[in-house]
């Protein structure tokens, strides 16, 4: 444990220190060691003033929340896919959305599916059968998409809609949606952005859209008693809770999952039983 810091006065003027500096201090101080940073910054906070132990722990600005531990594999519900999303597998894009009465059949039309297709029940695995006419499925999965529900969510993947298929808010909320969730995942770039809008609104703190290429561990992503600190609270609960998990999109993406419920069906994603469908313009032929 890093020796607690006392006020330091090189000049003869007494520096007292701040929580930043506390958090500065113990991430250089156990800088390779195998220990959960996160614990370790809780501990010292602890040490310096239980209050502001107490606020770290909870991730936001009330130090008086409590939350229970996860109890549960960290993977299992969204966090599964945040490794391969980074290489843009399965699609780029990771869309939700909540409502009343969602159809996940009218989202993926909305976007441009195809209506042919959509009432055959064509599944990701008829998509994978098409690569034999002629056609290599990298090509078909960026004119394709895959849908469905999860938990409240229905979801929709794909790598890029057709221009003439934008659904804007109008459209959505006649069918019900009141919230909407987007990841986006651009490799190349190295850009990862999470938005989320609730009855038509972005619910953010004017800072634009947020690229999780930011999150490091032990520091709020969120302005703290914001719009979003909300997801603070979520995260610092999932570096808590899980210390073995070292990658900090698995992290984020478990918080995701705990304070908005989002979730992806692991065995139908990968088993190519998730319901899917071209974009109407590319089965029929036009671009």
């Known amino acids: 444990m890093p020796t607690v810091l006392t006020p330091w006065t090189p000049t003869g003027s007494c520096k ?6 506390v958090l500065e201090h113990v991430r250089s101080s156990t800088l390779g060691l195998a220990t959960n940073l996160v614990t370790e910054q809780a501990e010292m906070m ?18 008086t929340q409590t939350s229970q531990p996860c109890g549960r594999d960290p993977l299992e519900r969204l966090a599964w896919i945040a490794d391969t999303w980074r290489d843009q ?9 909540r409502g009343k009465d969602v ?5 993926a039309l909305l976007h441009g599916a195809d209506p042919e297709q959509i009432a055959a029940g064509m599944r990701l695995s008829d998509l994978r059968g098409l690569e034999g006419s002629g056609r290599d499925y990298s090509e078909i999965a960026w004119e394709s998409c895959c849908f469905g529900q999860a938990g409240d969510w229905v979801f929709l993947m794909y790598h ?14 006649r069918l019900g949606v009141t919230e909407t969730v987007g990841l986006n995942a651009t490799s190349a770039k190295a ?3 999470f938005h989320y809008t609730r009855d038509g609104r972005s619910v953010d703190d004017g800072g634009g859209t947020l690229e999780l290429i930011w999150y490091e561990e032990g520091r709020a992503p969120y302005y703290r008693g914001g ?11 999932a570096e808590l809770d899980h210390p073995e998990l070292i990658d900090t999109f698995d992290l984020y993406f478990h918080a995701l999952d705990d304070a908005l419920g989002l979730q992806l069906p692991q065995q139908d994603i990968q088993d ?5 469908a071209l974009w109407a313009r590319s089965n029929s032929g036009r671009r």
């Open 191 to 193: 850009i990862y952005s």
């Open 46 to 63: 602890d040490r310096i003033d239980p209050a502001w132990g107490r606020r770290f722990r909870s991730g936001g600005m009330d130090a």
């Open 227 to 237: 719009r979003l600190d909300f997801l603070n609270q979520a995260i610092r609960r």
């Open 16 to 21: 007292y220190l701040t929580q930043k500096d």
């Open 272 to 276: 190519s039983t998730v319901r899917a």
């Open 103 to 107: 159809s996940a059949e009218q989202i």
């Open 89 to 97: 597998d399965p699609y780029t894009h990771l869309a939700f959305f």
């Open 160 to 173: 890029e809609t057709p221009p003439a298929f934008r659904a804007d808010h109008g459209a959505l909320s």
